[in-house]
């Protein structure tokens, strides 16, 4: 009975090791998908934006170098950004490494055509491979078409080192025991891999890519089972140890009946005998108690109807298993310490792109955003802005995962402001069914949201916070963290440099009222290169100083001057000729206070090509009627 028991013992415990390495293992299988088909994702978003410019350029981009530049400093297995008018590689970023694909033809590429055409006939960013470069090496493709007037133009191109990107990503999952294959569908041939067969424990997850999609299997790397070596010894160890006991007992028993017998001649037999009942049923007990708890818990694991037992331990478990994914992250996030790069940036600008971000993942589960900045926020911080946004944007994911039909909200407050710092207040709350609620569900329908908060803490941390939560009155969940936010040493780019290629024929004035020295200075050099006339002054007086000695075309103010606010500019602006318009190029954006306006609002920073579009839709009427 014992060894059919231990065997039974040893056989369940190694089923529930194998069902909890496969978990295990998608869980990882899911992370390293997830991280791959986001890596991927968020490095192609800044196709768009060379797209126009190649659209607007008609080829060649001036400046891209330093774009790619950027680009793979954010993600190093970047091995070029490609500009491809009618498919055609015309120009490639950076140049000296890859100059041989220079004039190389997607649709005379045999290898290449076929994934070039359904780019070409959906119309949709695409990302396939890999393939044999001509530089050498293989790497992975991301194309986006590009259309003009209804028309194919070309491509613009991302190439991706491979096998790298994905070795980089397992690396990370100190993934020496993973054995992994990569196709590019089922059925289809290896892609990459380090292994030519997988054992049968393996796991498969789909990775969604633009357009496309690849088939990643992975599984542990077969070892010797110590594990089960040590069961079966612990097996024999405690048998042999029983055995022990039962011997003990027995003779303890045969000794115990000689006893008996030889006092069956005394008075005291019965007496003796009653003894060695209790003692007997003493020993007796506590040898069945332990072995009786062995043999229930192993009925009660084989029974098949134990359904709501099952449920229950199954729920637990996945909600636990459903922790790997963001412990993993939160191992990467570890590595990344003390990489924080702190840098100035205006306010409104970034918190208002954060919030288009937060308003398309509440979209997307069919809930509301919205977003609260409090008017005293400081115009401009200095802080590691893709640390923050990784804060805030999971923060946000995780209340839109877990919210259905609500609404979602992003509110940032000044708490005080000192001579040389700021204490800033983010908060992201949501009507949903809080914290509590998740957790009883187990693994919720969109499990993996909310993990994310490990993650959240340790950027937090190294970023000098921690983060808080409350539930709702009502429902819902409330998150907070406090930032200090040092008063920034130098002030932002006034603008983006956009390269707009543009001539002017009539001149025009223009007037910057701008108390920053630096971004006055920046935009005047862009105005004066596009053949403007600039004057430039700091605030309110000196300004209406220079219009009672000069006649400009336009007034470009920035809101908070050093002797009042745009609003008072314009209230004195009397002697301003009636056709002159003033627009606000503001790091903050304008409260109405009063029945004056604008002729236009612009946030900073805008694009060179916004503000000059701006200037001369502003000034054509001046210069017709001046003209005339």
Known sequence: ???????????????????????????????????????????????????????????????????????????????????????????????????????????????????????????????????????????????????????????????????????????????????????????????????????????????????HEWLLQIAYRPSFNWLLVFKILGSAIITLLLGYVYHRVLKTIANEYQLRKALSQSGNEHRASDSQRHLLARITHDLRAPLQHILNEARYLARSNAQQ????????????????????????????????????????????????????????????????????????IETDFVQLQRVLINLLSNAAKFTQHGLITLSVETLNSEVDHFRLRFRVSDNGPGMQDRQKQGKHSNSGAGLGLMIVTDLLRQMGSHLQYHSNAGGGSDFHFDLELPLPSDSPDAYIERHVLESSEAERRVLLVDPDPVSREMLEELLLGYGMDVLTCEGIEESRQVLVESVVDLVITEMDLPDGTAWDFLKGMATLPASTPVALYTSRPAQPGSQLSFAAELLRPAGSDQLLDLIQQLTNGNNEAGSD
């Open 309 to 380: 037992q099952a449920n229950t331990i199954e729920h637990n478990v996945r909600y636990q298993l459903s922790l790997v994914d963001q412990l993993l992250e939160y191992s990467q996030a570890q590595d990344r310490e003390n990489q924080s790069h702190p840098e100035p940036g205006y306010t409104y600008h970034y918190l208002m792109e954060i919030g288009e971000q937060a308003e398309s993942l509440a979209d997307s589960y069919g809930n509301r955003f919205t977003l609260n900045l409090a008017p005293n926020l400081p115009t401009i």
């Open 1 to 211: 009975m014992t060894v059919l028991l231990l065997g039974c013992w040893v056989y369940l415990s190694e089923c529930a090791r194998d069902r909890e390495h496969l978990e295990e293992l998608d869980e990882v299988a899911q992370s390293l998908a997830d991280n791959l088909s986001i890596s991927i994702h968020s490095s192609t978003l800044s196709l768009y934006g060379i797209g126009e410019l190649a659209l607007q350029s008609q080829g060649p981009i001036e400046g891209l170098d330093r774009v790619v530049r950027k680009m793979r400093a954010s993600h190093p297995n970047i091995l070029n950004v490609a500009i491809l008018p009618r498919g055609v590689v015309q120009q490639i970023e950076p140049l000296e490494p890859n100059i041989k694909a220079l004039g190389h033809d997607m649709f005379a590429d045999p290898e290449r055509i076929r994934d070039a055409l359904l780019a070409r006939k959906t119309g949709k960013m695409t990302v396939t491979g890999s393939y044999n470069l001509i530089q050498g090496g293989q790497a992975v493709i991301a194309r986006l078409p590009l259309y003009e007037s209804g028309r194919f133009w070309g491509f613009v191109s991302i190439v991706y080192e491979f096998p790298e990107l994905i070795e980089s990503m397992l690396l990370q999952y100190k993934s020496s025991n993973l054995l992994f294959m990569l196709r590019s569908g089922a059925g289809k041939p290896l892609i990459l891999g380090n292994t030519e067969k997988l054992p049968k424990q393996n796991v498969e997850h789909i990775i969604q890519l633009p357009n």
